[in-house]
């Protein structure tokens, strides 16, 4: 495998996304090829070799892949076991709904169902504890919701498990086990105690 395709709908500007990934090396030594440079975007999907879905807004970037038409030739793909890697918003759309993104609703998705190619949620960048802002020279507390708080509004109406997973943090999947790595994660299920996990530890027994 040599080639990827890479998936910039989560921001706006498309080329701009594409050459900060080259510029920055984040490509890997991996030849990107640019979904919105393509002719037909459901042929590209069908014929990629690999998929990288970049971050920035959810909602947009779930909103683009229902105005193409990939949710379903993504599953398809994905399912045949081509490699998907999903950054922040590409990472939320792999799981079976967007419900747990942090991100604000800049524009409203046919649905919120996603790919559904993981059997949980993720909330990404997820961090504990209150939020501080400094007031001249002091922090103090900010009293809005902690995520866990937001989190158990999630559970309070869905029962899908949810993996709070620490910036950095890398999740393994392949199909059958779900591996954790690069930092440590909370894991939020309807009804039970969160449990927090360290990095390089086998995550698969929380969603069977």
């Not at 970049?54 to 892949?65: I, M, P, S, V």
């Not at 993104?101 to 919120?112: E, G, L, R, Y």
């Not at 802002?133 to 869905?158: P, S, W």
């Not at 996990?197 to 086998?202: A, L, P, Y």
Request: charged share 20%; net charge negative; proline share 5%.
């Amino acid at each position: 495998m040599q080639r990827v395709l890479f998936i910039p709908y989560a921001l706006h500007d498309h080329d701009a996304y594409l050459r900060t990934i080259l510029e920055r090396g984040l490509n890997a030594d991996y030849d990107l090829v640019a979904i919105h440079h393509a002719s037909s975007p459901r042929d590209a999907v069908a014929q990629a070799e690999a998929i990288y879905v970049g971050g920035g807004n959810t909602f947009r970037l779930l909103n683009a892949l229902y105005q193409h038409d990939l949710l379903d030739v993504i599953r398809e793909r994905v399912r045949a076991g081509v490699p998907y890697v999903g950054i922040s918003a590409g990472s939320n759309v792999a799981c079976p709904a967007i419900m747990t993104t942090n991100d604000m609703p800049i524009v409203q998705p046919p649905s919120f169902a996603a790919l559904g190619l993981v059997p949980f949620q993720i909330n990404a960048h997820y961090y504990t504890g209150m939020t501080w802002i400094k007031e001249g020279e002091q922090f103090v507390e900010h009293f809005g919701e902690t995520r866990d708080e937001r989190l158990g509004e999630f559970h309070e109406l869905n029962d899908t498990p949810v993996i709070g997973l620490w910036e950095a943090g890398i999740l393994l999947c392949d199909g059958k086990t779900v591996k954790l790595e690069n930092a440590p994660a909370r894991i939020f299920r309807k009804g039970r105690p969160t449990v927090d996990v360290e990095s390089g530890s086998d995550l698969t027994s929380f969603f069977v």
